[in-house]
């Protein structure tokens, strides 16, 4: 799907934010109804694992286009028969690889098992990140150049991409979305999650709002209308909810029923 279509499909909406453990294809498929995208995964690929499921696919090229192309099928399957057909999500997965060679055959693998958005990973942690590079430590300063080469490698796979980024990695993200920009990176996914107060960091999503053009998603907090149109008076241009949704299926029809 070309990035002008998605951005049609899921400006101004919510979509339901990756939690591991929890978003899977039938998960994400009973949210789907009000749910302008759903984000599966997270897909951690490390190949030194042993023990495989949905969330650590094995990170072989033709084992993960059949990983993928099963979850996405599964899940336009199922939220067809929920939603119907026209409100059948954009698919999106949140994907964490651990080397060059995971970033490549992931974004090649999402596209040709038919993903919409391909989200990177930049928020997570599985252990030994800050050594490796991986998951949020890819914003700290030493690991920065590997952020913008997975980036271009992404965008040059040819499917639109999504960077993700957490409160908290680095205190201010200004300088990393205006080069994610000039790369030609798609859109920028930032949680606004203040652990320390419970509350939405909201200068934080509007110090990067000022900074970039490119689409902006945010999660963080988002429980009912009022707490998602504070992320979109923030700058958000698409909201995501991931606790929330967990505990009340409904979340996504009673928030899209009133005009945000
Ligand atoms: C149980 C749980 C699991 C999560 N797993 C992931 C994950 O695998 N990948 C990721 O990028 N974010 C993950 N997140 C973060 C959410 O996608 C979201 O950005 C964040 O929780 C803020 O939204 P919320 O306050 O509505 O939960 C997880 C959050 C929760 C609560």
Same mark, same amino acid.
Request: proline content about 4%.
């Given at each position: 799907?070309?990035?002008?279509?998605?951005?049609?499909?899921?400006?101004?909406?919510?979509?339901? &934010?990756?939690?591991?453990?929890?978003?899977?294809?039938?998960?994400?498929?009973? !949210?789907?109804?009000?749910?302008?995208?759903?984000?599966?995964?997270?897909?951690?690929?490390?190949?030194?694992?042993?023990?495989?499921?949905? $969330?650590?696919?094995?990170?072989? !090229?033709?084992?993960?286009?059949?990983?993928?192309?099963?979850?996405?099928?599964?899940?336009?399957?199922? &939220?067809?028969?929920?939603?119907?057909?026209?409100?059948?999500?954009?698919? &999106?997965?949140?994907?964490?690889?651990?080397?060059?060679?995971?970033?490549?055959?992931?974004?090649?693998?999402?596209?040709?098992?038919?993903?919409?958005? $391909?989200?990177?990973?930049?928020?997570?942690?599985?252990?030994?990140?800050?050594?490796?590079?991986?998951?949020?430590?890819?914003?700290?300063?030493?690991?920065?150049?590997?952020?913008?080469?997975? &980036?271009?490698?992404?965008?040059?796979?040819?499917?639109?991409?999504?960077?993700?980024? !957490?409160?908290?990695?680095?205190?201010?993200?200004?300088?990393?979305?205006?080069?994610?920009?000039?790369?030609?990176?798609?859109?920028?996914?930032?949680?606004?999650?203040?652990?320390?107060?419970?509350?939405?960091?909201?200068?934080?999503?509007?110090?990067?709002?000022?900074?970039?053009?490119?689409?902006?998603?945010?999660?963080?907090?988002?429980?009912?209308?009022?707490?998602?149109?504070?992320?979109?008076?923030?700058?958000?241009?698409?909201?995501?909810?991931?606790?929330?949704?967990?505990?009340?299926?409904?979340?996504?029809?009673?928030?899209?029923?009133?005009?945000?």
């Amino acid at each position: 799907m070309e990035f002008s279509e998605i951005t049609a499909r899921i400006k101004g909406k919510l979509f339901l &934010s990756s939690m591991m453990g929890t978003t899977d294809a039938p998960f994400c498929s009973s !949210r789907a109804k009000g749910c302008a995208m759903v984000q599966l995964g997270a897909f951690v690929l490390l190949k030194e694992r042993e023990e495989r499921n949905t $969330y650590w696919p094995d990170p072989d !090229r033709a084992k993960l286009i059949a990983f993928m192309q099963e979850q996405f099928d599964a899940c336009r399957v199922e &939220s067809a028969e929920i939603a119907g057909n026209e409100n059948v999500p954009v698919i &999106s997965a949140n994907v964490f690889p651990c080397t060059d060679d995971d970033v490549q055959t992931s974004a090649e693998a999402f596209i040709e098992a038919g993903g919409d958005i $391909y989200e990177l990973n930049a928020h997570g942690g599985i252990g030994g990140d800050r050594e490796r590079g991986t998951g949020r430590m890819l914003f700290i300063p030493e690991h920065t150049p590997k952020l913008m080469r997975w &980036s271009r490698m992404l965008v040059e796979a040819g499917g639109p991409v999504i960077i993700k980024a !957490r409160r908290g990695a680095i205190p201010d993200y200004t300088e990393h979305v205006k080069q994610l920009e000039q790369i030609g990176v798609h859109a920028f996914h930032i949680n606004v999650r203040n652990e320390g107060t419970g509350e939405q960091d909201l200068e934080l999503l509007e110090d990067i709002r000022k900074a970039t053009g490119m689409f902006l998603l945010a999660s963080g907090y988002v429980k009912d209308v009022d707490s998602a149109r504070r992320l979109f008076a923030a700058g958000a241009d698409c909201v995501g909810i991931a606790e929330a949704a967990s505990a009340n299926p409904n979340i996504f029809v009673e928030c899209s029923s009133t005009n945000m």
